[in-house]
């Protein structure tokens, strides 16, 4: 094909894509990623960290970004790795899990995300749901009740998929005891911490629960980063032996993870983004996102529609036994949104694209959509 027929097919497809910047994305939890993260995971484009040794530079920005986030979930010391996303890494701590106990089962809340099937399906393990309580966080009673000589791992989520909520890490830690304990902290890893900072939420979820011993965040979230940006920590270094195999050819003599090839430029890309925001960045964001929900809760309120739960970060769930129904008349009038079944309710996640003035327009729209359905 000639240049010019490529970039008009390429341009066509681009333009039939649904874009964060235009505001009509309000069920995704990924964002329009920062230019610089943009720029520099191009400049970093053939990086492959799978075969390290080509690429020391690359290998320093992940060491730097890696002690980075370690420091915001309080890990000292330990392991980290940049993944292809929190799939990924759930995965991956499932696998270390097994190997490390011999054993099989895995106690994750009803909440956990659909990854968790993936692994127990690819690792021949058994993956046991547990209830969850009033404010549809991980019920502690329930994990004791279930929790037993062959459980492997324990799962638990700070900020679930479906209405961010976080799971009580410091009391299932407790009962974790010598059970490999993974918190997915896919979203809330780069809200809770600003949260914190901001005074607006606190409870130990990280690596100051000292029974944790693996935690999973992804960068493309809130962390404003390119898609996709995984991150992976363990507490115990020693764990990645479990996981690593000989790769002779190759500049280092072990591999270790799932990839073989690994995607690096998403390194640069995080690290110029972090390294730019800084703190003081990331709480900026936090605080407005946490702002417009709020804006949001209350005009949805406006309309008859109450939340499943108050937001813990911007997560918002909105119960209607119509939720399919508003779903699919918001879509044809060009919102993209998403439901829960269980309780039947439209979530919408206010990414910092989200403005005040995209929740006008969207809340005026379904308050439409609602009289004519």
């Known amino acids: 094909m000639a ?53 020391p530079g690359t290998a320093e920005l992940e060491e730097e970004l890696i002690a980075d986030i370690s420091g915001l979930m309080h890990l000292k ?31 994750a809340p009803e909440s956990a995300h659909f990854s968790m099937k993936k692994a127990a399906d690819l690792l021949g393990m058994e993956l046991l749901e547990v209830r969850l309580d009033d404010d549809y966080r991980m019920d502690v009673d329930d994990l004791r009740r279930r929790i037993d000589k062959d459980t492997a791992v324990i799962m638990a989520v700070a900020g679930s998929t479906e209405l961010g909520a976080v799971d009580p890490i410091k009391e299932v830690g407790e009962i974790a005891d010598d059970v490999f304990f993974h918190v997915d902290a896919a979203f809330g890893g780069m809200v809770l911490p600003f949260l914190e900072e901001l005074e607006m939420w606190s409870e130990e979820w990280d690596f100051r629960v000292e029974s ?10 809130m962390g404003m980063a390119t898609v996709p940006s995984g991150i992976l920590l363990l507490r115990n270094r020693e764990y990645v032996n ?3 195999v000989e790769s002779p050819y190759l500049t280092s003599k072990r591999n270790i993870g799932l990839a073989g090839t690994r995607p690096s430029g998403a390194v640069a890309g995080a690290y110029a983004v972090i390294k730019t925001l800084g703190r003081e960045g990331y709480r900026k964001i936090v605080r407005s996102c946490m702002e417009n929900t709020r804006y949001l809760v209350e005009k949805m309120g406006e309309i008859g529609l109450e939340p499943v739960i108050k937001p813990v970060m911007n997560v918002a769930a909105f119960r209607t036994d119509r939720a399919e129904e508003i779903r699919r008349e918001m879509d044809r009038l060009g919102w993209k949104i998403s439901t829960l079944r269980n309780p039947k309710a439209i979530r919408i996640i ?17 308050s439409d959509a609602l009289k004519s359905l």
């Open 350 to 366: 206010a990414m910092p694209y989200v403005t005040k003035e995209v929740i006008n327009d969207f809340t005026e729209a379904l």
């Open 212 to 221: 944790v011993d693996s935690i999973s965040t992804d960068m493309h979230k």
């Open 77 to 107: 010391g330990g392991w980290g790795q940049v993944v292809g996303g929190g799939t990924e890494a759930n995965i991956t701590a499932m696998w270390i899990a097994r190997n490390l106990s011999g054993k099989k089962k895995i106690l």
């Open 3 to 55: 240049m010019d027929e490529v970039e008009r097919r390429l341009r066509e497809a681009y333009d039939k894509d649904f874009h964060f910047e235009d505001g009509h994305v309000l069920g995704s939890m990924c964002s329009k990623p920062e230019d610089i993260a943009v720029k520099y995971q191009a400049l970093f484009a053939e990086a492959n960290l799978g075969n390290r040794g080509l690429y």
């Open 242 to 244: 479990l996981i690593s």
